[in-house]
Every structure is written in structure tokens, then in C-alpha cells.
């Protein structure tokens, strides 16, 4: 399993615009949409290529296209939903299903309400979105969800991972690559991530 941090400057610009208590909510919303489109260029980097050849009004051109699997674009509810929304502006063909998960305040364990997958989710290439990875447990079951329906390549993309549940999400699931644009320090007594950005799903939809 691979570890990325994304590290390019429009990121980290926009992360720490995000992560500003200031920032409204509606700001919040789109920088989550523009990080995630920047973050998915580093996702999707291996992403197959097959050669092809179009005519240009000029001459003939052997061009690259992507061939291989087809994707499945995977929100984690509630907050990974604006994360997919951001993909799909680049790649507006790929399946969308969401996993309801909400973490109960007190066990800070998962709790699973609602998933709809692509019913041939086993045979696409998975990009699984939440921006938080804080103690790891939604990611994890959630990786065990995408498993269980037969997926076999799963990347997951957070905006922000703590080293805990990076470590959570490398012990359950090994083959799962990570994709971050930050690692931050630590979690709190109340499992949020230090310094983090606080609820993602309060900021993003304005419910605190
Ligand atoms: C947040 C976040 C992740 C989860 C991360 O969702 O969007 O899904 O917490 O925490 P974990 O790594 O410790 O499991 P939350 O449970 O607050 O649900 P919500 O999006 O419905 O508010
Ligand atoms: N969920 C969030 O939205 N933020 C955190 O810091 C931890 C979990």
C-alpha cells in the first residue's frame, strides 16, 4: 500500500483556506470540489492508456485514451458527497454509489445506515471519498463494504488523514492506496483530527 500526500501548492493553498475557521460555508463547499479535482490527478495517475489514432483537421494523430476499467466514483455520506461531486466534473461517465456511515460520538465506531452500489462495482475501479480519515473506522468499513460486493481495486482519497487511522486503514487493508492532501498531527480526546478543520459534514452543509 502506497501513502500519498499531495503536496503540489494550488493544494496546499487551497487546504489552508479550508481549514481557516473563517471560511464560509458555501467557500467551504467549493474549495472541497477543487481539491479533490486536484487531488484525483495524482489518484488517477496510473489510470491505463491505449494507443488510438484521431485525424485533426490538420493530419492523423496517434493519440492516447483511456482504456482498462471502467470507475466507480464512491461517497462516504455525508461529507464525501461534494468530493464526488468534484470528480465527476472530470470524469462525468463514471458510476456513483454512495455508503452511509455516521460515527457514533461516544465509540467513535461506525455505524452503517444506507449503501447503493454500482451493481458491477467488482469489475471498476474504485475511488472511495471522504475528507476526513480521522480514527480510520468509517474508511475501513467502509473498504470492507466495497470488498464484500467483490471490488477488487480500491483507492481511497481524503483531504486531510491522521496518523491513527492511516495506520487503522494499512493493518485492515493493505492493497488499498491512500491519497491525502494533508497528514496531519494527531487526534483529540473527542477523535477529531489536530489541527484538522473541525466536522467536515457541519461545515459543508452549515448544520452547527
Ligand atoms: C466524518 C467524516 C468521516 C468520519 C471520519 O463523518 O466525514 O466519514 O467522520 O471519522 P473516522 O475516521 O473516525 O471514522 P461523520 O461520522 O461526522 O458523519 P457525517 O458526515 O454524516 O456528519
Ligand atoms: N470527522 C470530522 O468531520 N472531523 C474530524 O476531525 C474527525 C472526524
Do not use: W
Not at 472511495?128 to 483507492?155: C, F, H, N, Y
Not at 493493505?174 to 492532501?181: G, K, R, S
Request: glycine share 8%.
Amino acid at each position: 500500500m502506497a501513502v500519498t500526500v499531495v503536496d503540489h501548492p494550488l493544494v496546499q493553498h487551497k487546504l489552508s483556506i479550508l481549514r481557516d475557521e473563517e471560511t464560509s460555508v458555501r467557500e467551504f463547499r467549493s474549495l472541497c470540489m477543487e481539491l479533490t479535482m486536484l487531488m484525483a490527478f495524482e489518484a488517477m495517475r496510473d489510470l491505463e492508456l491505449e494507443d488510438a489514432t484521431v485525424r485533426t483537421p490538420v493530419a492523423e494523430a496517434k493519440v492516447k485514451r483511456l482504456a482498462g476499467k471502467k470507475l466507480a466514483l464512491i461517497g462516504i455520506l455525508r461529507a464525501g458527497l461534494v468530493m464526488v461531486d468534484g470528480i465527476l466534473s472530470l470524469v462525468p461517465n463514471a458510476r456513483v454509489g454512495h455508503i452511509g456511515l455516521y460515527r457514533d460520538p461516544e465509540t467513535l465506531q461506525p455505524v452503517q445506515y444506507y449503501s447503493k452500489l454500482p451493481n458491477d462495482v467488482a469489475e471498476r475501479d474504485v475511488f472511495l471519498l471522504d475528507p476526513m480519515l480521522a480514527t480510520g473506522g468509517s474508511a475501513a468499513a467502509a473498504i470492507q463494504v466495497l470488498k464484500d460486493e467483490g471490488a477488487k481495486r480500491v483507492r481511497l482519497l481524503c483531504i486531510i488523514g491522521a496518523p491513527e487511522g492511516i495506520q487503522v486503514v494499512e493493518d485492515a487493508h493493505p492493497d488499498v492506496d491512500i491519497i491525502l492532501a494533508a497528514r496531519d498531527e494527531r487526534l483529540d480526546e473527542r477523535g477529531y483530527i489536530v489541527p484538522g478543520l473541525g466536522d467536515a459534514g457541519d461545515r459543508l452543509y452549515g448544520t452547527r
